[in-house]
Antibody
Framework: EVQLVESGGGVVQPGGSLRLSCAAS????????MNWVRQAPGKGLEWISY????????FYADSVRGRFTISRDNAKSSLYLQMNSLKAEDTALYYC?????????WGQGTLVTVSS | DIQMTQSPSSVSASVGDRVTITCRAS??????LAWYQQKPGKAPEVLIY???DLQNGVPSRFSGSGSGTHFTLTITNVQPEDFATYYC?????????FGQGTKLEI
């Protein structure tokens, strides 16, 4: 069974940093591209970053480029999102998702709240 | 960036109705479109990928069609468990973009 479990969310002040993790199991993690998608409270879905299976190809949404860094450790079957210079508008539930050409599997999300 | 425009933003239906949701892309995305269902407090789940392919385990009352810039999600014989929010997403190019969502209400 495919499982994706996010962690690392919490409350952080504006300008602060957080590192999100996504632990994958039930499939060969190193064979799949991965995405981070977020959802602000009461709002729609926003794709924010992609990393290829090998880690060599990376893309970001304009809203996070230069502040967020996606990475992965295939030996640990884990995906990461380093978030720096956080803003109030980054407050959201952050999901990791397996890229099957579409987001075929999603975790349950980890909540990030940016507030003073 | 490719803009995805869903309509309507909300739709009211009764059990047994047929519902159609439309998604338009601002440029040609071939068939690189997926539809997701999201229930309150839950992660989204893919229903349809490649515009018209039904994800394993998804009831056959869900169907997708379209190519290029115009796509539809149709739910025939709406069931109580179908009341949720639906999103389209293009995966033709980065940044991947979602539609704004359509809430299916009783």
């Amino acid at each position: 069974e495919v499982q994706l479990v996010e962690s690392g969310g919490g409350v952080v002040q504006p300008g602060g940093s957080l590192r999100l993790s996504c632990a994958a199991s039930g499939f060969t993690f190193s064979s799949y591209d991965m995405n981070w998608v977020r959802q602000a409270p009461g709002k729609g879905l926003e794709w924010i970053s992609y990393v290829s299976s090998s880690g060599t190809d990376i893309f970001y949404a304009d809203s996070v480029r230069g502040r967020f860094t996606i990475s992965r450790d295939n030996a640990k079957s884990s995906l990461y999102l380093q978030m720096n210079s956080l803003k109030a508008e980054d407050t959201a539930l952050y999901y990791c998702a397996r890229d099957d050409g579409w987001d075929g599997y999603w975790g349950q999300g980890t909540l990030v709240t940016v507030s003073s | 960036d490719i803009q995805m425009t869903q309509s309507p933003s909300s739709v009211s239906a009764s059990v047994g109705d047929r519902v159609t949701i439309t998604c338009r892309a601002s440029e040609n995305i071939n068939v690189w479109l997926a539809w997701y269902q999201q229930k309150p407090g839950k992660a989204p789940e893919v229903l349809i990928y490649a515009a018209s392919d039904l994800q394993n385990g998804v009831p056959s009352r869900f169907s997708g069609s379209g190519s290029g810039t115009h796509f539809t999600l149709t739910i025939t014989n709406v069931q109580p468990e179908d009341f949720a929010t639906y999103y389209c997403q293009q995966s033709n190019s980065f940044p991947r973009t979602f539609g704004q969502g359509t809430k299916l209400e009783i």
